[in-house]
């Protein structure tokens, strides 16, 4: 009788453990399942922040053109003060480079 008692303790505990480590590993896919998809959702959200900046960026460099235009209004640029032609032409290459970085 005991022998059988026994031998139906050890059963029990094999088979509690067996489902205690399938539990575990489960949960432990289910996990890297999570962690895949946060990784994910972390370059997607990173790349709609670089997209937003570059936008940003892109933006303010129009309103300081448009600021310069509307200051020399139909003016050719050969007109213009130095200081402001080379801004301009700077802003200009750097609105194009922000613009193709952004079509990437």
Do not use: S
Not at 20 to 37: I, M, T
Not at 76 to 83: D, G
């Amino acid at each position: 009788m005991r022998e059988k008692l026994a031998v139906l303790v050890v059963l029990v505990t094999i088979t509690g453990a067996v489902f205690g480590a399938l539990e575990y590993f489960a949960r432990a896919a289910d996990v890297a399942e999570w962690e895949d998809r946060m990784e994910v959702q972390y370059e997607q959200l990173a790349q709609r922040l670089e997209r937003k900046i570059l936008q940003d960026d892109i933006r303010a460099i129009a309103q300081r053109l448009w600021q310069l235009e509307d200051r020399y209004g139909n003016e050719p640029l050969v007109n213009w003060p130095q200081r402001d032609r080379d801004e301009y032409r700077k802003l200009t290459e750097e609105r194009k480079t922000l613009e193709w970085e952004l079509q990437r």
